[in-house]
């Protein structure tokens, strides 16, 4: 799910444009979708009761959605990300960090293990995806020891995949999966030399570009947990005697 995008203005002197960054919205759209990979045979073993995820941005819901028996989502809500990023009248400048702390609540019935993925990217002043600027430039500060893994094989410099190890009880709150977001100095040091005639100019490559994030969060039940991983997101996962924690294999 997209969502409506929130514009910030840029210093001049930081020769970034003055179309300013964009910053997107989050997602909690794929809690549905995990769940419509079961088999049929399968599906008989699943509680259905009850699952549902939100998506906290420093201490607060973003989005939300719980799904229930008849297969229909109950409530829920959509929010924008970032959008309390800057203070009034403050311009985002590139190298600085800022507080992004992201968390997920298990809002729904049941014990549920999580995953979130995160994808950045570049935009061009019409909003097309543009591949060729690096999205390793907009910088995110994952946690460590906070109880998330992230799996290398399934990210890379676009997307990131996070899996919480501990199973997610209702109501319970991981910790932060990340704590800071940052646009590193190095996009003002990209330029590309153009020459025309007798003419020499610079062009700063990521002039009039935008970045984008979004969040996107799956719950899966523990009940069964290692064949419902693998069904829903087609990942093999090793799950603790208790069934209370998972590592990646």
Known sequence: MRRKKKSFPVK????LGAAGLL???STVGSTRAALTYYSENYSAQVDMSSIGVSLLENGETVSSRDYTSDGAWEGGTEGTLLTNLLGEGEKITPG???DEKLSVANSGNIDTFVRVILTKSWQDGDGAKDTTLSPDLIELGLTEG???????VESSPERVVLYYTEALAPGETTEDLCDSIRISHEVANQVTKVTEGNTIRYVY???GYSFTLDAEVDAVQTHNAQDAIKSAWGVDVN???DGQSLSLQ
């Open 12 to 15: 001049p002197a930081l020769l």
């Open 23 to 25: 910053l997107l919205g």
């Open 146 to 152: 906070s109880g998330w893994v992230q799996a290398d």
């Open 96 to 98: 600085k960090t800022y």
């Open 239 to 241: 799950i603790s005697a």
């Open 205 to 207: 490559d990521y002039s």
